[in-house]
């Protein structure tokens, strides 16, 4: 079985080197008008949580500089529910698997929902799609 998840492991990690090379980039403008928006880690919110929000001005408007570290979460949140919403766009279905499976819960760590069955179809599938691309290779 020790030899089996190795051998798994191995050709997931050759799967996800093929795969993760980024072939499409579309750029996407967004605009926040929000009432309220917390910046900060995981702190209590109260007035120990309240922080100095650096500021700029443009012509007549003062706007706050909210720090890339604030936005990240979000966009990635977003980017989740776009990938969630289309899944017909996956060029595979262990492709869509990945991303159904994907939890990201508002409390607690990351993880990944499936069943015993379906992981095992997960493998069968990838084992394939890894020897498709080495035979492409060779």
Known sequence: MEKVL???LDELRKF????????NRTLITLHFKPNL???GSGR???PEARLKIAKVIIGNEEL???PESSWRGTLRRIGESIAKASLESFRNALDRKFVQIH???EEGPIFHEIELEELRTMHKVLKEDVDEQSRRIA
């Open 16 to 23: 996800l080197r093929n795969e993760s090379e980024l072939r």
């Open 37 to 39: 928006i917390r910046i």
């Open 44 to 46: 209590e919110i109260g």
């Open 103 to 105: 939890v990201e819960p």
């Open 64 to 66: 706050s500089i909210i």
């Open 6 to 8: 190795t051998r798994w």
